[in-house]
């Protein structure tokens, strides 16, 4: 298949979301200059049941290669998921079975779907690595070993902490590194792509390509998407938006996000030009334009990719229509309760709105609880129970009675 040449569609390939790249960006841009179809992967450990939104940056980012002819894969770890990247852990990951990681990852293809194509005349490959990494006898496993020293894994961060705290470190977090680089070798590949917290295993296994196979593998570390204090969107710090989330709650979430999340969010989530994002960057900036206004551009976006535009526009309108005109959502969830009145605590338990009746209480006192679009701050109310009732916990969570 023809690769594409253009020097500027290269050059945003390599720039756009970069934050580094090994051994060094002219390399690279000079080997796709050439018009040499390059086969590139990025992995994926199934440790979740779904894609999330940090996964939409490499999938991106996938995407823009394939777009320019080359051959892509996503590679499912069903067996490095099984081992649990120490990657930025303070303690050991949970192993998982394969059973675990199989079922996990029953609906990554579909996620990745959205945003990588697995059809003609390009198609995405996916493969699974325990299809070589099973095969491994022990005997491999020393001869690979043998390619790597303790002091190299023993200097990562956050190795170093767990020794400054006294905590354990694990044989096999070690031979993680060691699994991941051999998949590089397996597939025989020219670049890899990934977030620039795996800088450290993709590049093990760019060493393992030099002494195994003699040859050059590039590395494309990708930058993160962090909050203000620099902890990564996603699942392990509990703020992950998931592709597959409802399109409304997407829309809900990614307007929650601090307006620092903004300019870094359309270069990383978004197909908006870059000199565009910079235009907005310098709007906000100088208070041109309201955050509010470039963030709900931002969801869209992110709404549009993962799903399409017409969708995006009626997340937006349900956005609007809940909180800049205060009415309800159109989708409402409904509960049926057939006493006449209920304490206001037993009734915010009884709609499953709150765990507990302690929680109830504190989300009253701080005037979070609004029936019928009345704010209720005295949590010994006994409350009629009417047809059609609205109960409202924050924002975002509503119940109607039936």
Not at 143 to 151: D, G, M, R, W
Not at 291 to 296: E, F, M, Q, S
Request: hydrophobic share 35%; charged share 30%.
């Amino acid at each position: 298949m023809k690769t594409e040449t253009d020097p500027q569609k290269i050059k945003n390939a390599l720039a756009r979301g970069v934050e580094k790249i090994y051994p060094d960006f002219a390399s690279l841009e000079k080997k796709l200059a050439s018009g040499k179809r390059l086969r590139l992967y990025c992995g994926y450990d199934p440790s979740g049941a779904s894609l999330h939104i940090g996964h939409l940056i490499t999938l991106k980012k996938l995407a823009g290669f394939q777009s320019l002819g080359h051959e892509i894969i996503m590679l499912i770890g069903d067996f490095t998921g099984m081992i649990g990247d120490p990657t930025e852990k303070a303690t050991t990951r949970k192993k998982l079975t394969r059973q675990e990681v199989l079922r996990n990852s029953k609906n990554y293809k579909k996620l990745a779907g959205k945003i990588i194509s697995f059809s003609p005349p390009n198609p995405a490959k996916i493969l699974y690595n325990s299809k070589w990494s099973d095969k491994l006898t022990f005997v491999d496993l020393i001869e690979l070993a043998s390619n790597f020293t303790v002091q190299q894994m023993i200097t990562r961060d956050m190795f170093q902490e767990r020794i400054k705290e006294g905590r354990p470190i694990f044989l096999h977090e070690f031979l993680y590194p060691l699994a991941q680089a051999y998949d590089s070798v397996a597939m025989d590949v020219d670049l890899e792509v990934g977030g620039k917290d795996q800088t450290f295993n993709m590049l093990c296994g760019r060493d393992l390509m030099k002494v195994l196979k003699n040859k050059e593998k590039f590395v494309l570390a990708l930058k993160l998407l962090t909050d203000p204090s620099g902890k990564k969107m996603g699942k392990s710090e509990g703020n992950a938006i998931n592709i597959d989330d409802k399109p409304k709650e997407m829309f809900g979430k990614i307007m929650n996000w601090p307006d620092e999340l903004i300019v870094p969010g359309l270069e990383l989530c978004t197909n908006v030009p870059l000199d565009e994002i910079s235009s907005i960057s310098e709007e906000i900036k100088n208070k041109r334009m309201n955050p509010r206004d470039a963030k709900a551009m931002l969801a869209k976006e992110i709404v549009a990719i993962c799903y399409d535009k017409k969708t995006a526009d009626g997340a937006e309108e349900e956005f609007n229509k809940v909180f800049k005109e205060k009415e309800a959502p159109s989708d409402i969830p409904e509960i049926k309760i057939e006493e006449k009145a209920l304490s206001i605590l037993d009734l915010l338990v009884r709609t499953n709105l709150v765990r507990s009746k302690s929680e109830a209480k504190r989300l009253v006192l701080q005037g979070g609880v609004k029936i019928e679009n009345k704010t209720e701050k005295n949590w010994e109310k006994e409350i009629p129970i009417k047809e059609g009732m609205v109960i409202q916990i924050g924002k975002r969570r509503f119940v109607k009675v039936n």
